[in-house]
């Protein structure tokens, strides 16, 4: 197969060359394969013929004469027409007819909700999306390559995209692999195109070249592109990219909203962890299947409690919908650890306790604390609501600067120590009748609300648990002992349908779930009762390290619990999630109450006393980690930061042997395949010259070369002298080769000479470049 059948000069003419058509294959069909193995949602196998269809199309109206907007507009019609006809079997209808109508009412629904802030569980909406993205990205990635000739705005969207796909993805399928094969096709792609522009431009200059130049460019392309792709594998995946990373959190907000409105929109697709980045945000929805790893997020040193259990908060949330729990807080403040001035409320029969945390993600803002914060060792903005009296009920909490992997912050909070008596006792006056008297307002006003979504049949069966109890801690116990015996545990729980209360499903549809679920259940029934509580998320308490002091928390244990208010007590988790142990809480005495003495919690208008968030106060050597917990600085960052260098160190050393591999093929080995090996010793000694930094014109001789090239590396000049000896006695003196062996021997002897000539200009001129000047002159004194 020669040149004028790659380039397109047989019966069926493409001037670009056939095979670059074939490239764009391999990379648009990259996306469609990775979007498919992810697995988000079923259906998404369609998106192969997408794929296809799209740069086939793209190549059509690329070279037809249309101008830009007409071409435009056919595409979107040829695209609207083959996605549709693609994702119809998906639907229920039997006949096109009725698959017409029904797609068009759900893509209309799909929208009604986008516009209007509403949540969607369609996933064929999420087919149907992917499939306009594809289509978009390969249509103008053919579009660029044949009607103008843009290689780059060709590829990058391509890449970038999969790029997203694999930084987004954290299950089990090996995406990375369709990354291979994207940079494999990108990389051989421009070399081709180059190629097509070299050619076009030597043809209109009638410069003649050999048919087998194509050849000699693939080649040098396919180099390029295995030492890239040895680079690519050595790297971090972008899911581990603190770059990576950092970007997107500086993005801060307007990220985050965009993340928010795609999990609002695609609320049914199967969710993996994501261990890159911040897990939690102001939107949590109530989706389908979680795949979660053992990888570790961090290390916290705390002491260990005997008459409870920690939860690592991340964000409390606070209203619900049926679908979706929303963090409604619009209070943000800056923190300054050194002058704190903000209040929080300081509940009774709590424990103050200092935990020391070591994150082992790659970029994360979100600070994690047990319990109810009170003061951190980082600058940070404060998510909180305000109580009448000014007081921060704090829900979250973000680091102003990103942290990074082996990154260390202490904090201080407050967790609870009350007794099963002094909970008891705490809403006394309950039922839900006299709930504004027993309750803040701030409380009452906020974590009560219920949407009309909730069903009469999930109200009545809260009463039916909690009949003949008369205090909010045992109806509270009751529900979550309830849903502990009857809610099985089901990570790959599909989300509710469409339309569907997601508690009324759960209860007596599903009755399968996992956290989230259990969470919401217990939530959405103690509100029903008049009782208020909250959904927080964040992460389980985690294994204990007994070597090293610490609880190592693993993003298997990221969680959702239910808290559960008690005037001046504040804030009580409860456990209703199976997988997880009960909370051990001690029984306490029967007349035990507020303080111990039965103060009316009238007297507290916040339901607490104001507490500065500082870290002065009432901390004692108990609240302290437990002796050798600090190994955790020494040992698990040690050892992080230990697998950091090394991984650094080895992608350095394999960038520098690439970079060498390079450099010794385009001096010694490119374009030489055809000659002796007396003229390519000699030029090799000539591409040389380059690296030592001397100029050897096509004006000088030989010998005047020779001389020149010896001044710059006198140790070899001998052998620089001799091989011009043999060159010119080839080149003049028709010999006939008898001079090769002593050739390839000389060479021998002044490489290595002439690569440390290299090195050293190389390193002489780094150091002039970065040195200060008064540096250079002292050492050229």
């Known amino acids: 197969m020669g040149i004028e059948t790659i380039m397109g000069t047989s019966r069926f003419q493409l001037r670009e060359g056939w095979i670059s058509l074939f490239l764009l294959l391999g990379m648009t069909l990259s996306v469609a394969w990775a979007l498919i193995a992810a697995g988000w949602t079923d259906g998404l196998a369609v998106l192969q013929s997408v794929a296809v269809i799209s740069v086939i199309a793209g190549l059509a109206i690329a070279k037809s004469r249309f101008p830009p907007v007409v071409a435009h ?42 516009v209007g802030g509403g949540q969607s569980r369609d996933n064929l909406m999420f087919v149907v999306i992917m499939g306009v993205m594809l289509w978009i990205l390969g249509y103008l990635a053919a579009w660029y390559t044949y009607r103008w000739r843009r290689e780059w705005q060709a590829v990058l969207p391509l890449g970038i995209a999969l790029l997203l796909i694999n930084y987004y993805y954290y299950g089990p399928a090996k995406l990375h692999l369709y990354l291979i094969l994207m ?87 199967k969710s993996y962890g994501q261990v890159s980045s911040d897990a ?7 989706g389908g299947p979680v795949q979660l790893s053992d990888v570790p997020i961090m290390d916290i040193a705390a002491p260990r409690l005997t008459d409870s259990r920690y939860y690592w908060r991340a964000m409390t949330y606070d209203e619900y919908n049926g679908a979706s729990w929303q963090n409604t807080d619009e209070e943000l403040k800056y923190f300054d650890p050194q002058n704190p001035d903000l209040s929080v409320p300081d509940f009774q029969g709590r424990r ?26 980082r600058q940070a903005v404060v998510q909180y609501s305000k109580t009448p009296t000014g007081l921060a009920n704090i829900s979250s909490i973000r680091a102003r600067d990103p942290l990074h992997q082996g990154d260390i912050y202490t904090v201080i909070s407050s967790v609870t120590v009350a007794s099963q008596s002094a909970l008891r006792r705490a809403a006394e006056g309950y039922p839900a009748s006299r709930t504004g008297e027993i309750y803040p307002d701030w409380v009452s006003s906020r974590y009560l609300q219920l949407p009309d979504t909730v069903t009469e049949r999930t109200r009545e069966l809260a009463r039916s648990i909690t009949q003949g109890l008369d205090n909010p801690y045992d109806k509270a116990v009751a529900i979550q002992n309830w849903l502990r015996e009857n809610i099985s545990y089901n990570l790959n729980v599909e989300a509710p349908p469409e339309g569907r209360d997601a508690v009324d499903w759960i209860l007596f549809e599903s009755r399968q779930g996992y956290c989230n679920y259990y969470a919401t259940a217990m939530v959405v029934m ?55 142990d009960p909370i051990p809480r001690p029984v306490g005495r029967e007349d035990e109450g507020l303080n111990g003495d039965n103060t009316d919690p009238e007297n507290l208008p916040d339901g607490a006393t104001p507490r500065q968030m500082d870290r002065s106060g009432r901390l004692g050597e108990e609240n302290l980690p437990e002796e050798g917990a600090g190994n955790v600085l020494g040992g698990t960052l040690e050892d992080t930061q230990t697998r950091t260098r090394i991984g650094l160190s080895l992608v350095a050393l394999l960038m520098v042997g690439a970079a060498g591999a390079v450099m010794f093929w385009s001096t010694e080995i490119r374009g030489l395949s055809g000659l002796s090996i007396v003229s390519r010793s000699y030029a090799r000694l000539l591409r040389y010259a380059r690296w030592l930094g001397v100029s050897i014109g096509p004006h000088l001789t030989p010998y005047e070369r020779a001389e020149v090239l010896s001044s710059a590396v006198p140790q070899g000049r001998e052998p620089i002298v001799r091989i011009t000896d043999l060159y010119v006695q080839e080149r003049f003196g028709k010999s006939e080769g008898q001079a090769s062996p002593e050739a390839e021997t000389l060479w021998r002897r002044l490489r290595p000479h002439l690569i440390l000539g290299s090195l050293r200009r190389a390193f002489s001129r780094l150091q002039e470049r970065n040195l200060p000047d008064r540096w250079i002159r002292l050492r050229e004194r």
């Open 73 to 114: 507009v056919f595409s979107a019609v040829y695209g609207a027409f083959w996605i549709g006809y693609a994702t119809g079997p998906l639907l229920e209808a039997d006949n096109w007819h009725d698959r017409i109508i029904e797609l068009a009412m759900r893509m209309a629904t799909w929208l009604g909700k986008a």
């Open 183 to 269: 940079l494999l096709c990108a990389l051989l792609f421009i070399v081709h195109m180059h190629f097509v522009h070299r050619s076009e431009h030597w043809r209109s200059a009638h410069v003649g070249f050999s048919p087998d130049l194509w050849y000699a460019f693939v080649r040098s392309g396919m180099a390029v592109a295995a030492v890239m792709l040895l680079i690519a594998w050595a790297a971090p995946p972008a899911s581990a990219s603190s770059a990576v990373a950092g970007f997107l959190n500086r993005a801060g907000g307007p990220w985050r909203t965009v993340g928010e409105t795609w999990q609002r929109l695609f609320s049914a697709v």
């Open 280 to 286: 939690y945000g102001r939107l949590l929805t109530l």
């Open 352 to 377: 103050e306790v200092t935990q020391t945390i070591v994150t082992f993600l790659p970029s994360s803002t979100l600070l994690y604390s047990a319990a109810q914060l009170i003061w951190v060792d």
């Open 526 to 580: 103690l509100r029903t009762l008049g009782i208020p509580a909250r959904f927080s998320a964040g992460y389980a308490q985690g294994e204990w390290n007994a070597e090293y002091g610490v609880f190592r928390v693993r993003e298997r244990d990221a969680h959702a619990w239910p808290e559960v208010f008690f005037p001046g007590y504040g804030w009580v988790e409860f456990e209703p999630t199976v997988s997880q």
